[in-house]
């Protein structure tokens, strides 16, 4: 084995990269731009495309319509060219994202909410679970760092959170949905603060400032929701990073030594090619990632690469989720955007165990969409009673239920705490596979009782203050089966290589030049959206992968 | 597309989304407004995953009575009739005349005219009220028990 010098050489398509990562989504964007920047040869495999922001519906007269099918989150409903199936016949909740340069957050709602300081401690706190290997604290001027690139809104001061440093552009206006969700929250006299998003209020790294045009869920046309296509890569790409796109990975290639050399993949046009690199880099998701690392098993490593823990794809964490719909009997322009969150409560948070619970949950309102948002959320027909009389949702209770909720109803998301189970798992399906014959994956995943009790114990919480502020209507939808945007867990960080597959830095603890950066590798969930924390993480291990490039061992 | 839906079919189409989405409170009925006409071929063109349980639906329905038949399918054939209903529903709420009825500009840009005034929330006070019950996040330990 040696230790190499990464060099700042351009590559040709045949050299060997100093680096190659797998997927360009915000993790993987994040290590691409700042290794490219630090003159270090990268390569990147992407499954998915460049995205083509005048493909978005958002402009047109059929946004909603097409939303509910080309541009839905979950894989094996929209069956884009892109996309793998995922057997999820033995899953509580349905995994959701996107293939393509920025990855699943091309449909993400934007909701910037880096995860708190209790949440890298619940087993010091609640005894559950386990900590993560670093603090809160030390994530913080990462944390800093990558809000001015991702050009975070939002305004300063949240008593949520320990003072920081302020967002690089103002929160975006709340509007009537947003003031009328913080007088609920008033009227209890429960926390609620401006929403902090993705989605600047002002031109910033190359995104257009917010027109509030709603259509955050189905790609922002505009260019103004923060995706990596527009904030990372054309830096990257600057700095001399090569992004390979219609790029899908079979497996990670190992020598006799136990080191990862590279990559086979089949591109666009079904040929089966390989890319060799001195260090690989996983950043492919919570269900991706075991993927490629169960798919890579060996004769050395005969579990799958990285597995001698035996933890890769186990502790699944998908982030049960409730919604709560309230109706009111005044105007709030709910279709108006933006789909980011209005304002957030963290009101309960943080563990109170006579709830019944341990951990918490973060609560953020959005807008309800257009007209036929009134029978439907973000392309799920979660408010559709299966039993209902053909009157009962259509004829002139369907009139009666428009004029009653289009444009005076929000809804409020509640993503609770989900604390990691060995039996919430990605497996290798035995005989589906992806269109190249790729074995796709397959999920066993349960609610776990404190999921079901802190989300029930949200739920009552939530329309007592809609009732509180006046609402006409309640509707409670609890966990959703289409609400699993956020894919952690599946390879988890930590000190042990007995009871982790990486350490603090992203490092797999069985291949030393074998890196993963996305969200797998979480510990625990939090009960926020994790885009931030992935982000920030990232950047972390980058740093420090630069900092130690002299030491590093490559095959 | 066009061959798919002949005259029977539109017929057809015409009945149930008039069961569907009637003429009520000011409100025109679903024919009134042509989602049977060339809004219907536009829709199937948007989503042609839907064909299969659209015409499915339809077909079983012919020549029923559209009330009677909506109801069938209900019960024997759901998602030939949420197939309908959302072929109904999407071309009856993209008519420019259906969306002034209820007000709905479409998803239109609206930039906010100046992102560094003042919020109102912030001028009076409500934020303020949030800010004086304090901080609530819990401090992270100084030790971790790993």
């Known amino acids: 084995m040696s230790k190499s010098n990464l060099s700042s050489k351009k590559l040709d398509r045949n050299r060997i990269a100093d680096v190659l990562i797998i997927g360009a989504g915000p993790s993987g964007s994040v290590a691409a731009k700042h290794l490219a920047e630090a003159g270090i040869d990268v390569v990147c495999l992407e499954q998915g495309h460049m995205p083509d922001a005048n493909k978005y519906s958002g402009r047109r007269p059929e946004w909603e319509l097409v939303s509910q099918k080309q541009w839905h989150p979950n894989p094996n409903y929209r069956d884009g060219e892109r996309d793998y199936p995922i057997n999820t016949k033995e899953s509580a909740v349905h995994p959701l994202m996107f293939s393509g340069v920025g990855g699943s957050a091309t449909l993400y709602a934007g909701h910037w909410t880096p995860f708190m300081p209790s949440d890298f401690r619940v087993r010091t706190l609640d005894g559950v679970a386990d900590d993560w290997p670093i603090s809160y604290e030390e994530l913080t001027p990462f944390l800093e760092e990558i809000e001015r690139e991702v050009g975070v809104s939002g305004l300063g001061g949240n008593p949520a959170y320990p003072p920081k440093m302020g967002y690089p552009t103002p929160a975006l206006p709340i509007g009537k949905v947003g003031s009328k969700a913080a007088e609920c929250l008033d009227a209890m006299g429960w926390h609620w603060w401006p929403g902090t998003n993705a989605i600047p209020s002002l031109p910033h790294n190359g995104l257009n400032a917010c027109v509030r045009r709603g259509t955050c869920m189905s790609g922002c046309p505009e260019g103004a929701k923060s995706t990596t296509d527009i904030t990372h890569w054309p830096h990257a790409i600057k700095a001399g990073a090569r992004l390979i796109t219609g790029a899908r990975v079979r497996k990670i290639t190992t020598n006799d030594a136990g080191l990862a050399t590279g990559a086979v993949y089949v591109d666009q046009s079904g040929r089966e090619r390989e890319q060799k690199a001195s260090i690989v880099i996983i950043c492919a998701n919570g269900i991706g ?26 502790r699944l964490m998908m982030h049960p989720f409730s919604a709560v719909q309230a109706t009111f009997n005044e105007d709030l322009e709910s279709w108006r955007g933006p789909f980011g969150q209005n304002i957030s409560s963290y009101e309960f948070y943080e563990t109170d165990k006579s709830r019944g619970f341990v951990r918490g949950a973060k609560w953020g309102i959005m807008p309800a969409g257009g007209p036929l948002g009134a029978t439907s959320f973000v392309g799920s027909k979660a408010f559709t009673d299966p039993d209902a009389k053909v009157e009962d949702m259509w004829g002139t209770n369907f009139h009666d239920m428009v004029e009653r909720r289009f444009g005076r109803s929000m809804v409020w998301g509640i993503i609770g705490e989900d604390l990691p189970e060995e039996s919430n798992q990605v497996l290798l399906d ?59 867990g599946t390879c988890m960080m930590g000190n042990d290589p007995k009871k982790s597959v990486v350490d603090q830095w992203g490092a797999t603890h069985d291949v030393p030049n074998l890196y993963i950066f996305d969200g797998s590798t979480f510990p625990t969930s939090a009960g926020l959206n994790p885009t931030a924390t992935i982000m920030t993480l990232a950047l972390r291990q980058t740093r420090r992968l630069i900092e130690q490039r002299q030491k590093q061992e490559v095959a | ?145 790993i």
């Open chain 1, 289 to 314: 990632t075991p993927r490629l690392l169960l798919l890579s098993a060996n004769s050395r490593f005969p579990e799958g690469l990285a597995n001698s823990s035996g933890l890769v794809g186990k």
């Open chain 1, 430 to 488: 035995p005989t589906l596979t992806d269109s190249d014959g790729i074995p796709a994956p397959k999920l066993l995943y349960k609610v776990s009782e404190n999921s079901e009790r802190m989300l029930r114990f949200n739920e009552e919480r939530c329309v007592e203050a809609c009732l509180a502020g006046g609402a006409i209507e309640t509707n409670v939808f609890h966990q959703m089966p289409d609400t699993g945007w956020h894919l952690l």
């Open chain 2, 1 to 145: 597309m066009m061959s798919l839906i002949d005259d029977t079919r539109r017929t057809t189409f015409l009945g149930i989304s008039d069961v569907l989405i009637p003429e009520f409170e000011g409100m025109p009925a679903a024919s009134s407004v042509e989602v049977h006409g060339k809004m219907l071929d536009h829709i199937l063109t948007l989503r042609p995953d839907l064909v299969e349980d659209f015409l499915r639906g339809l077909d079983a329905s012919c020549g029923k009575d559209p009330e009677f038949a909506a109801k069938e399918l209900n019960e024997g054939d759901h998602l030939a009739l949420s197939a309908i209903g959302l072929v109904a529903s999407a071309g009856y709420y993209m008519t420019p005349q259906v969306r002034n009825l209820i007000g709905y500009p479409g998803q239109e840009s609206k930039p906010d005219t100046d992102p560094d005034a003042t919020p109102e929330y912030v001028s009076n006070g409500m934020l303020q009220e949030v800010i004086d019950r304090g901080p609530i996040f819990k401090p992270t330990p100084l030790k971790s028990n």
